[in-house]
C-alpha cells in the first residue's frame, strides 16, 4: 500500500506542477488519478496495487 500512496502522490505532484508551469493540460493527470483512488475507495479494488504486485522486486524468490 505504502508503494501505491507514493506512485499516486507523485503523479498528482508531477501533474499539478505541470499544469501550473507548463500547460493546463497536465491537470487531467491529476484528475485522473483522483479518480482512480475514487473508484478504488468505492469498489474495494485497486488497479495500481496490482499492477505493482507484478513487478520483480516484489515477487517473493522461491527455492
Do not use: D
Amino acid at each position: 500500500m505504502r508503494q501505491v500512496q507514493i506512485v499516486a502522490g507523485s503523479l498528482v505532484l508531477t501533474g499539478t506542477l505541470l499544469g501550473a508551469l507548463v500547460s493546463p493540460w497536465f491537470l487531467l493527470l491529476s484528475g485522473f488519478v483522483g479518480a482512480g483512488l475514487t473508484f478504488a475507495g468505492i469498489t474495494n479494488t485497486c488497479a495500481l496495487a496490482l499492477l505493482l504486485a507484478k513487478l520483480p522486486f516484489n515477487q517473493q524468490i522461491k527455492f
